[in-house]
């Protein structure tokens, strides 16, 4: 999509927003439209500050009359739910570059994804054949994305990514230049239990090193999983302090592909299978669980 179509006062493309509602929800697309486009979308821009936009995109949004507006239709999980199955395909996923978010500068985000008009995952995108490596990405996000911003808000996006043709790194809730980048890499051995272990991702024979984040992570049916099965906003509490703080949860690459391999041989062979995952010191092997 193009950078105009983003309503900056709002954090959405509303275009696709409206264009989804009235494919899908001719009715109360008719509603919005009757009582104003302007109020909906005010109605959902609190909604996704209050909430998260997982928690949006999976239960949608009361408006007016307590109609509940859809924003996202989960991938079914028979193949012969064909009701489903066209809803799923309604979906509108979508990238645009170039974003520029702000009502108060014209700073651009090299590449957003969206869904039905919704951002949810933000990339600065570097290339080591100009002097640029993903660490320019991290001091980016850390010194010229101001979480103050709507976009970089708490649980406004699901993830904000920094890449190059080598490495992945993924933060999930932007603090200024206390945000914590961690790596989101294959490791050298492709995630399997052989050599060569180490960080980083291993040699690509057919294009670059970082292909898997554009091929696997971020297909239409991969988002859909990890907003179904894997995003989430969980609540903490501080052991010395007892303070309960919100904390947004994305899924790092072992995880994610750990956990679809054993679901995947699992509904292939059947249960009552043991398992083994090898994860390193605090790379999250409760979540995996």
Not at 45 to 56: A, H, M, N, P, Y
């Amino acid at each position: 999509t193009t950078p105009t179509e983003f309503d900056r006062e709002f954090c959405l493309n509303a275009k696709q927003v409206m264009a989804f509602i009235e494919v899908t929800q001719k009715d109360k697309f008719e509603l919005i439209q009757r009582k104003g486009e302007r109020s909906f979308l005010v109605r959902l821009d609190e909604k996704i500050r209050e909430l998260g936009v997982i928690e949006v995109l999976r239960k949608g949004v009361k408006h007016i009359t307590g109609e509940t507006i859809d924003l996202f239709y989960r991938k079914p999980s028979s193949v012969y739910n064909a009701k489903d199955a066209e809803k799923y395909s309604a979906n509108l996923f979508s990238v645009t570059q170039e974003l520029k978010y702000s009502l108060s500068h014209e700073n651009r985000l090299d590449l957003t994804v969206f869904i039905n008009g919704i951002p949810i995952i933000t990339c600065e995108l570097k290339n080591p054949l100009s002097g640029q490596y993903v660490q320019n990405g991290i001091r980016q996000f850390q010194n010229d994305r101001d979480p103050k911003e709507k976009m970089f808000s708490f649980a406004r996006c699901m993830v904000h990514f920094a890449a190059d043709t080598e490495q992945v790194f993924m933060c999930s809730e932007l603090r200024g230049k206390a945000s914590s980048f961690i790596p989101f890499n294959k490791g050298l051995n492709d995630g399997k239990a052989v050599l060569p272990f180490g960080a980083g991702n291993p040699v690509n024979p057919n294009g670059l090193k970082t292909h898997y984040l554009w091929e696997e992570v971020l297909s239409k049916n991969s988002l859909a999983n990890v907003i179904n099965n894997f995003a989430q906003v969980i609540e903490e509490t501080d052991e010395d302090t007892g303070k309960k703080k919100k904390k947004m949860i994305f899924p790092r690459y072992h995880q994610l592909t750990s956990v679809n391999q054993i679901l995947a041989h699992a509904k292939e062979n059947g249960i009552g299978h043991k398992y083994l995952i090898q994860h390193s010191a605090g790379s999250g092997k409760s979540k995996s669980i």
